[in-house]
DNA sequence: AGTCAACGATTGACCCATCAAACAATTGAA
DNA sequence: TTCAATTGTTTGATGGGTCAATCGTTGACT
């Protein structure tokens, strides 16, 4: 076993500190919180969706996911109807306005993650990414 | 520029995924949430230290910092008392049973780590932990 | 001495997440 | 057919975080 651990401490620390630092400034910089855009960014792929089906993709509690949804519907950047085929369901689609504004927002999201991995080349980056899988792999099977 | 940043995407949403999935499997684990344990950390390695000394050290608000400390105070595990000099701060200590504690707590974490790091060579540990440090530095330098 | 600015701690209002319980609609089996 | 289980959504309680406003204390300046 390795000196108590340090070195893997301080990773786990650091990336809890990164996730803190950036998170906040993510949505200073693009206006709107990650998961918000996230549930925008799927419904920009798929046109009309159910709420289940949207909130398996993007792995937020489906209580988050109506509240979500339910302020971006007053905000008239979503709307929803219950599917006539089976009153459980309630579809999810963006409005026009909605679908114009994202792409604002995408442009505010894509400078903010190029500054993040400003000066990591791409041999680096897929470095990164490889390593990041193998933890998120290492959580998975992790028995709580 | 990059073919609209699919690779750096990514590393930001790995980076999120495993924090919205470490966590609450840490708290699972652990018997305790990051931010207290983070605390309790500290004023393991300190005997006893002021609110404001410990929020910079940590890193959370200081609104956040006093909600945690009264429970921690309920709950025995900490002690608080106000600066003679200085009535303005006051000062945290571990209680007894509360130092005890917490090593059952350390032993629950280190064994958390080592789950999360498997199969890392103390070399990639390294190599992961500078990329790391790397983007919490480009993250700093983002203005708001 | 009196006043004012600065500082640490606290509180309240808010946002976002979870879980558990409730609810409504559908399905399927006795 | 009826009733129980399942499914999708919603709501309420709770926990954690932020910011802004407030309170009490201190220190410095006139």
């Known amino acids: 076993m390795k000196n108590s651990c340090s070195e893997?401490?301080?990773?786990?620390f650091q990336l809890n500190e990164i996730y803190k630092q950036m998170s906040p400034k993510f949505e200073r910089c693009t206006g709107i919180?990650?998961?918000?855009?996230?549930?925008?960014?799927?419904?920009?792929?798929?046109?009309?969706?159910?709420?289940?089906?949207?909130?398996?993709?993007v792995n937020i509690d489906s209580a988050a996911v109506t509240r979500h949804l339910k302020q971006l519907e007053l905000k008239e950047m979503v709307t929803r109807r219950k599917n006539p085929d089976d009153n459980r369901f309630t579809f999810?689609?963006?409005?026009?306005?909605?679908?114009?504004?994202?792409?604002?927002?995408?442009s505010e999201k894509e400078?903010?993650?190029r500054k993040v991995l400003k000066d990591f080349s791409e041999q680096e980056?897929?470095?990164?990414?490889?390593?990041?899988?193998?933890?998120?792999?290492?959580?998975?099977e992790i028995q709580y």
Chains 1, 2 share one sequence.
């Open 8 to 12: 893997e401490e301080k990773i786990l």
């Open 33 to 57: 919180s990650q998961s918000r855009l996230e549930l925008l960014h799927k419904l920009f792929e798929v046109d009309e969706i159910s709420q289940t089906a949207l909130q398996k993709e």
């Open 92 to 106: 999810v689609k963006l409005t026009d306005e909605g679908r114009e504004k994202i792409a604002s927002f995408r």
């Open 111 to 113: 400078e903010f993650i």
């Open 125 to 140: 980056q897929t470095k990164l990414s490889n390593m990041l899988h193998r933890i998120q792999n290492n959580i998975e």
